[in-house]
């Protein structure tokens, strides 16, 4: 299984672009990339998933470089309430095992 | 409406009883999961199951037991041999193959176990 990896914490200031990096060299070929995030004491929330091309949704943009070996999240333009932990995993063609690193604490000032 | 519901939100358990958190879920889910979070920390997986009557074990599997005999039903046992049980579990689904995004996780609330 692939596993990531990512900053313990990032700091960012209110209305500016957050940029949370992840890395994932193991990943095979047909495995996705996807970000969760998670606010204190609740369950994780599904933000937005990959596999070659860039994605951009409602929420957020993921950049995954050409090797596939790692990617960016990017918040356009960061609220106080994106304040969580953001967590990248890959994997999701055969719903097997899925696995969370630490993540990262993403912390959005005023 | 449709979701994952987990109860009870919070249990709390003397040491060396066993506890069965409930997860059930309306979706039509295939997968299910359980996951442990300690404060702090990330997401630990405990136990998974892609398919009625079928389940494997996660990273961290020892002390704990689940069971899928219904699509809607994944219950997990914390049992008197996992040595430091209290931790925030959550169960989360994802749907079938061709149906949604592939590999959305959709979280329930979580149960909250403290045992004195």
């Known amino acids: 299984d692939a596993k990531t990896t990512q900053p313990t914490s990032m700091d960012c200031a209110e209305g500016r672009a957050a940029n949370l990096p992840c890395n994932h060299s193991?990943?095979?070929?047909?495995?996705?990339v996807y970000w969760y995030r998670q606010i204190h004491s609740q369950g994780p929330q599904y933000i937005i998933h990959?596999?070659?091309n860039n994605e951009t949704n409602e929420m957020a943009s993921l950049i995954i470089t050409e090797d596939r070996k790692s990617s960016t999240l990017i918040l356009p333009h960061a609220t106080l309430r994106d304040t969580a932990v953001y967590y990248c995993?890959?994997?999701?063609?055969?719903?097997?095992?899925?696995?969370f690193g630490q993540g990262t604490i993403l912390t959005v000032h005023p | 409406d449709g979701g994952i519901t987990q109860s009870p939100k919070y249990l709390f358990r003397k040491e060396g009883q066993n506890v069965t958190l409930s997860c059930e879920q309306n979706?039509?889910?295939?997968?299910m999961y359980w996951y442990r979070q300690d404060p702090g920390q990330g997401l630990r997986l405990i136990y998974y199951?892609?398919?009625?009557?079928?389940?494997q074990k996660g990273d961290i599997a020892e002390g704990y037991s689940v069971s899928r005999e219904k699509k809607e039903s994944f219950p997990l046992t914390v049992t008197s041999a996992q040595k430091n049980p209290t931790a925030f579990y959550l169960c989360?689904?994802?749907?079938?193959?061709?149906?949604?995004?592939?590999?959305?996780?959709?979280f329930g609330e979580g149960s909250r176990l403290t045992v004195l």
């Open positions: 995993i890959v994997g999701g063609t055969s719903y097997g095992k899925l696995t």
């Open positions: 193991t990943i095979s070929g047909n495995e996705y």
């Open positions: 990959g596999l070659k």
């Open positions: 979706l039509n889910h295939d997968a």
């Open positions: 199951s892609q398919i009625v009557n079928d389940f």
């Open positions: 989360a689904s994802i749907p079938g193959q061709g149906y949604g995004i592939p590999g959305e996780l959709f």
